[in-house]
């Protein structure tokens, strides 16, 4: 017997516009619990770990990255499809060899160890061709839980218009969790792997640690007990629904992989899920109505895609008031991440400017930043800012410091898509 996930559904708004009002702001927060026991085993799963074992892996990141690879591999549970691949300008299957996924055993498990044990780096680096060998594996498993677990320490050496059509064509078919390690790698390009594949990405400070994160992200990849789960939102005729944002735990954007199901309704995909809860912000534009009217600007459902059942719902109001108190009340949790948000594109506005040498634009992102990640308790977003921009406490005038860690710099910019939840009141 296992337990499939309850899923919740709630919506924080002020529904209250002004007279000629039109924006809507609401965050959904959804959430999935162990509450329906089902007479069945646990959920199909199929893995795909990918180690990348290019030229700048030697030494030892590639002793560390054998011994996280080995430590995924023993995080699956038995059952589970997998295969290890190594990646350099090309894609190998180490494990188990030829094109598919065999399942997870003491015995396979073991096998697959001593296949790792002799990854060695050579070559180049292709993540485009990692992703598409992925991919084509977890392909076979269509009523799985679909993941993939990739690290890199390099820079992509793809054409940027490979990679994109890669990324474009193999969008939202599997998540994928990316890992960079060290500091030659560029952020950029695991956070459009992230946005892709639905899935989140992270910095590896310290390589004898690659084995912990292997292991924590395997582990959340095996709780996970639904293979997908879709936001379906409707907006009435003449309205226009403006943009779909996951903004807990990390800010992901969904607005750009709408699935249309009717000319007023689209599906936004959210990927697979466990016991745990995110949330979402969504913007719908209305057409200026009549005082006291209300209306339903937005009808939210969570569907399973595969079998389009309707796991919760909910409405999203509009109401037009001539009273400014109710009118301009902003609802905390839009504040806190619309805030949140704020924070991320200052950072990145920030070190693309800083990177560009515009020191002028560099300096006043980042100490707004700094400001801002203060006042909204990120305490550790606003310690690595105090490490690349500095603020004189006599005048208040903020400057660029001229020598920053090159790793401080990739811990901000990979930390930037993280969001701390709204605390409550008291707390």
Known sequence: MADQPAFTLTIDQNKYLPVDGREVHAILTVGSTGGITVQAGPAEAAEVIIVDTSGSMSGGKIREARQAATTAVQTLRDGVNFAVVAGTQKAKVVYPGGDGLIKASPATRAEAARA??????????????WLKMAGHLLSAHPSAIRHALLMTDGQNNERPDVFASVLAAWSCKFVCDSLGVGDDW????????????????????????????FRRLTQ???SKTVADVSLRVWVPQAATLKFVKQV???????????TDVNPLTGDYPTGSWGTEEREYHICVEVPPGQVGHEIRAGWVKLVRPDTQEVLATGNVLAQWTEDLAQSTRINNKVAHYTGQAELHELIQDGLSARAMGDVDTATARLA??????????REDTARLLEKVVEIDPATGTARLRRNVDKADEIELDTGSVRTSRLRKEGS
């Open 116 to 129: 790792i044990s002799g990854l060695s780096a050579r070559g180049g680096t292709a993540i485009g061709e």
């Open 186 to 213: 560029v952020p950029a390009e695991l956070r459009k792997v992230a946005e892709a594949m639905l899935g989140t990405f992270d910095f590896v400070r310290n390589q004898g640690d690659l084995s912990e994160f």
């Open 220 to 222: 959340a990849s095996m």
């Open 248 to 258: 807990s735990p990390t800010l992901l954007d969904l607005t750009g992989k709408r």
């Open 368 to 377: 707004k930043a700094r400001q801002l990640a203060a006042a909204s308790g």
